[in-house]
């Protein structure tokens, strides 16, 4: 079975400070999807980032960027020049892109604030 | 840009109560989902839903749940008789073309059951 591991209930940073989310996953399937979701206060889910397995090159958007490390099994967030509206719940995801099993494993999530 | 909508935000119900949460997911989008997430709690897949069937449904989604696309737009998550530990935000989602497109998140329903 797969399990999706973040060592970090919580995290704070000075804004403007980059900060390292970290991402650890199990799994024994060569392809697959992981995410970084965001949850700010008012709770709504919102995906921050996917990288596919199967792209070596990591990827961003924006601010936010992937240590990717497949053989590892680690997944870290970076998030450049942070915000204060950064402040959120932050889940590391996997998903199997099999039709028959498409759920999403969610990690338990990293609370991160963004101090002025 | 078009989004997926939950009503209501938050619904109150006193135990042994039967409530319905909805949600109308994106026009073309063909995959559905419900998510729930107790307070302070990791985010738990309950059901996926395609082609007006269960694909998929975690242990958590039993006989007390059930799911239901009435009239193609809403997609529904019904819980029969609620239980106090079955206070949670529930979420909808919905993905264009299944596992390997993005999945879109509504606000989520608090449900609170007293």
């Known amino acids: 079975a797969q399990t999706v591991t973040q060592s970090q209930p919580e995290m704070s940073v000075q804004e403007a400070e980059t900060v390292t989310l970290s991402c650890t996953y199990d799994?024994?399937?060569?392809?697959?999807?992981l995410f970084w979701y965001k949850q700010p206060p008012s709770r709504q889910m919102i995906l921050v980032i996917r990288?596919?397995?199967?792209?070596?090159q990591n990827a961003t958007e924006n601010r936010f960027s992937v240590n990717f490390q497949k053989a590892a099994k680690s997944f870290s967030l970076k998030i450049s020049d942070s915000q204060l509206g950064d402040t959120a719940m932050y889940f590391c995801a996997f998903m199997k892109p099999r039709n028959r099993d498409d759920k999403i494993i969610f990690g338990k999530g990293t609370r991160l604030h963004i101090l002025p | 840009e078009p989004e997926v909508t939950q009503t209501p935000s938050h619904q109150v119900t006193q135990m042994g109560q039967e409530v319905i949460l909805r949600c109308v997911p994106i026009s073309n989008h063909l995959y559905f989902y419900w998510y729930r997430q107790i307070l302070g709690q990791k985010v738990e897949f309950l059901v996926s839903f395609y082609n007006n069937e269960i694909s998929e449904k975690s242990e958590i989604f039993d006989d007390q749940f059930s799911v239901e696309r009435p009239d193609g737009s809403n997609f529904t998550l019904k819980i029969r008789s609620t239980k106090l530990e079955d206070s949670a935000m529930y979420f909808c989602?919905?993905?264009?073309?299944?596992?390997?497109?993005?999945?879109?998140f509504g606000n989520g329903t608090r449900l609170t059951v007293t």
């Open positions: 799994t024994s399937e060569s392809n697959y999807y």
């Open positions: 990288q596919e397995a199967y792209k070596q």
């Open positions: 989602a919905s993905s264009r073309t299944g596992p390997n497109s993005p999945l879109h």
